[in-house]
C-alpha cells in the first residue's frame, strides 16, 4: 500500500472509533408513560366530578392562568362535566431537555365531543404536572390552546 491510501485509512479508522464512542457515550433515557398517563387520567376524573379547582392544581404553577381556568369552567358549565374519556395516544416530547408526553384524548361532555392534548412533564422534585392543553371541538374543528403544546406529526387522529 501507498503512504497515501495508509493515511485514508488510518483517517476514516480514527472517525469511526471516534463515532462510536460519542454514539457508546450518549445518554439513552427510558421515558415511562405510565405517570403521565395517571396525571392526565386523574385530570379528566376530576372534571367528571364537577371539581373544577383540584383538576386545576395538576397544572404547573406557571400555567395557571386565569383565563384559561375560566374558560374550562364555562365549558363545564355550559356543555356539562366530562362523561366519558378515551386515551388516543401518547408521544413522548422533549421540552427544555425533559422527557415529557403528550396525552391526546377523545372526550364526551354531556353535550360536547373534544379531542384535548394534554403535556405532562416530571418537576425537579419528580412530580408530574400539565404545562400545556389544547381543545378542540370536534364540531366545528375549532381549536384553543394554552401553555406549552406540541403539533403531533400526521395531524389530529381520528
Not at 480514527?14 to 405517570?35: E, G, H, N, R
Not at 369552567?73 to 415529557?100: E, M
Request: with cysteine.
Amino acid at each position: 500500500m501507498n503512504k497515501k491510501k495508509i493515511a485514508i485509512s488510518v483517517f476514516v479508522l480514527i472517525l469511526v472509533v471516534l463515532f462510536l464512542t460519542w454514539f457508546a457515550s450518549a445518554k439513552i433515557v427510558y421515558a415511562d408513560p405510565a405517570a403521565a398517563v395517571t396525571i392526565g387520567g386523574r385530570f379528566f376524573e376530576k372534571l367528571k366530578m364537577q371539581n373544577e379547582d383540584e383538576a386545576f392544581a395538576l397544572y404547573s404553577d406557571e400555567f395557571q392562568y386565569k383565563e384559561w381556568m375560566d374558560f374550562l369552567t364555562q365549558i363545564q358549565v355550559r356543555y356539562g362535566p366530562v362523561a366519558s374519556t378515551a386515551l388516543l395516544d401518547s408521544v413522548l416530547v422533549p421540552i427544555n431537555k425533559t422527557s415529557c408526553f403528550a396525552l391526546v384524548y377523545k372526550i364526551q361532555r354531556t353535550t360536547l365531543a373534544t379531542q384535548e392534548q394534554l403535556v405532562v412533564c416530571p418537576m425537579p422534585d419528580d412530580r408530574m404536572v400539565i404545562i400545556g392543553h389544547e381543545f378542540t371541538r370536534l364540531d366545528t374543528n375549532q381549536t384553543v390552546r394554552a401553555g406549552q403544546t406540541v403539533t403531533i406529526a400526521g395531524g389530529k387522529l381520528p
